[in-house]
């Protein structure tokens, strides 16, 4: 079976997304698979119709506001416009997004389902994985365990599905970490140094709309 990888984050270096694959390849590795990065990628005609040709279609990109990124939501139009070469396919999603609850992805596999059902194409599954960010620091311990317990099954469960060409529930998950310490390492370790990275100091990152304008 021929399956085709969307990789739908925006950063040029590693990113989560490129983790969430990394980890997906190994139990799916029997079929034909290939990764394509939609930002290193320069579309044409026969790349569609490469992609166009697989059995298997997986969606996998980061949350942003809720919802699709705007360069992913521009892919998926440019695809609509290649409707005749995809038709028959199984379509699954992984999403990730920095917010510890992967139930914030709900929304997004929403507007997946839609995409899909404009294309008459079939919804598999769908996976929302939250605390995106920390999941690149506990990519040296295996799936199934301690952080990673709960991302190990979901990934078996969506693996198993994908080789059976199967449908399943939607799964949302956080990783097998507090919510309390992952709060405060984010914070102290990500979001803090980065705001300041940009020039921007740790009382910034708390702004309002309205302290603004008002
Ligand atoms: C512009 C922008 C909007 C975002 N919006 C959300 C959001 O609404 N909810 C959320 O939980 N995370 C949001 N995030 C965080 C990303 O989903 C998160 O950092 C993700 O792990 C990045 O994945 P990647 O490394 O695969 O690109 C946003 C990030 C950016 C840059």
Redesign the pocket.
Known sequence: MKISIING???PGK???ELMIEYLIPFISDNRVSVYHINRTNWDKIQFAEIGSCDVLIFAF?????SIPAHMLSFLIELEKQKHLFRKKMIYCII????YEGQ?NHIALDQMKNWCSAMGLTWGQGIGIGA??MLPFCKDIPLGHGPNKNIGRAFKELAYNINALDGGKDLFISPNWSRFLWKLQASFSFFYPQAKRNGLKKKDLFKQIHDEYF
């Open positions: 984050s925006p950063k990113s989560t997304t980061p949350l942003y506001v809720d990730n997004n920095g917010f914030q995106g960010e």
